[in-house]
């Protein structure tokens, strides 16, 4: 049985929640929130690839990547609120933390209590995987049903997969646009997502190398966050590194993107520093350095939980994860 103390902390939270949407539904504002910055390569510092985009009161998640609903937590924004989560591609870094924000959204605590299906919206491939969580998880939901009597609704997933460049999400005045991008060899679907609101943009690369796609829905956006990856060249000959090199995109990959989209503000994203024969990697810094040398607009190097709010102006607002 829930306590008396309890049920004031989920009702109390429930009203939090619901003012905040409300303001975020006055505002013409976007809002993004880099959740996770990293790799696959465990680091605290940089979690897995997690973007939280919100606008006109939705809450949408990009990815859901290693530690998203610790960084969904510090962020303020409890895992079973979120609108909608938007899948890039089925690579695992990009997937491992959506059994968390999923059954952690269903728990009967403030941030969560989901009692709707939790939209998940991705390429093909996407519906499969969530009937495999379900059924991993069958003995957690069937003991949390019956001993909880958490609703079975808000387990669920409400599936839609997409194949092609195509409009994923329009409600409340915010679009959101899936793209193919160039993941590399046999590395596909891969998708990247442009999400509209208000006459702001944000477009979201996904993984991708140089994509001619990508600069087609990138134009007028007001930011792009794309991903970028260095590896000193004395071991750009190694095999794995020159798989990854194959798969993602170079600092001078990234320059060209920019320089024929034009954003206001470009955000260096999971970014891949791939270390010397004596273990010292590239500094962001130097990244984006090499970046800049070709293209002369604002950058920014993303961190985990910092925060760019996109209106007549773009604030930029850096909270270091603990």
């Given at each position: 049985?829930?306590t008396?103390?309890?049920r004031r902390g989920l009702?109390?939270?429930?009203?939090?929640l619901?003012?905040?949407?409300?303001a975020?539904?006055?505002?013409?504002?976007i809002?993004?929130?880099?959740l996770?910055?990293?790799t696959?390569?465990?680091r605290?510092?940089r979690?897995g690839?997690?973007?939280?985009?919100?606008?006109?009161?939705?809450?949408?998640?990009?990815?859901?990547g290693?530690?998203?609903t610790?960084?969904?937590?510090?962020a303020?924004?409890?895992?079973?609120?979120?609108?909608?989560i938007?899948?890039?591609h089925?690579?695992?870094?990009h997937?491992?933390?959506?059994?968390?924000?999923?059954?952690?959204?269903?728990?009967?605590?403030p941030?969560?209590?989901?009692?709707?299906?939790l939209?998940?919206?991705?390429?093909?491939?996407?519906?499969a995987?969530a009937?495999?969580?379900?059924?991993?998880?069958?003995?957690?939901?069937?003991?949390r049903?019956?001993?909880?009597r958490?609703?079975?609704?808000?387990?669920?997933?409400?599936?839609?997969?997409?194949?092609a460049d195509?409009?994923v999400f329009d409600?409340?005045?915010?679009?959101?646009?899936a793209?193919?991008?160039?993941?590399?060899?046999?590395l596909r679907?891969a998708?990247g997502?442009r999400?509209?609101?208000g006459g702001?943009?944000v477009?979201?690369?996904?993984?991708?190398?140089f994509?001619?796609?990508?600069?087609?829905?990138?134009?007028d956006?007001d930011?792009?966050?794309?991903?970028?990856?260095?590896?000193p060249t004395?071991?750009?000959?190694?095999?794995?590194v020159?798989?990854r090199?194959?798969?993602?995109?170079?600092?001078a990959d990234?320059?060209?993107?920019?320089?024929?989209?034009?954003?206001?503000?470009?955000v260096?994203?999971?970014?891949?520093?791939?270390?010397d024969?004596?273990?010292?990697?590239?500094?962001p810094?130097?990244?984006?350095?090499a970046v800049?040398?070709?293209h002369?607009?604002?950058?920014?190097?993303?961190?985990?939980?910092m925060?760019i709010v996109?209106?007549?102006?773009?604030?930029v607002?850096?909270?270091?994860?603990?």
């Open positions: 049985m829930l008396q103390a309890f009702i109390a939270g429930a009203f939090l619901f003012a905040l949407g409300a975020a539904q006055r505002s013409s504002e809002v993004i929130t880099l996770g910055t990293g696959p390569n465990p605290p510092d979690m690839p997690s973007t939280l985009v919100e606008a006109g009161g939705q809450r949408l998640l990009i990815d859901a290693r530690g998203t610790i960084r969904l937590t510090q303020g924004v409890g895992s079973g609120v979120l609108t909608a938007f899948l890039t089925l690579h695992s870094d997937i491992n933390g959506l059994p968390d924000v999923w059954l952690t959204g269903w728990l009967p605590f941030t969560g209590a989901r009692s709707l299906p939209r998940l919206i991705g390429p093909r491939g996407t519906r995987m009937q495999g969580l379900e059924a991993a998880f069958a003995e957690d939901i069937r003991m049903t019956s001993e909880e958490l609703p079975r609704s808000g387990v669920a997933f409400d599936v839609r997969e997409f194949d195509t409009t409600e409340g005045g915010v679009r959101v646009t793209f193919a991008v160039d993941h590399g060899g046999e679907p998708y997502f999400v509209s609101y702001r943009s477009v979201l690369s996904g993984d991708t190398r994509s001619e796609n990508l600069i087609r829905h990138a134009g956006a930011v792009i966050v794309h991903e970028v990856i260095n590896a004395t071991v750009q000959t190694q095999p794995s020159a798989f090199l194959s798969h993602h995109s170079s600092t990234v320059s060209r993107v920019l320089t024929q989209a034009k954003p206001r503000l470009a260096l994203n999971h970014l891949a520093l791939v270390p024969q004596d273990g010292r990697s590239p500094t810094e130097a990244v984006a350095a800049s040398q070709t002369n607009g604002r950058i920014e190097i993303g961190e985990d939980l925060r996109v209106g007549d102006a773009i604030d607002q850096r909270s270091r994860p603990r």
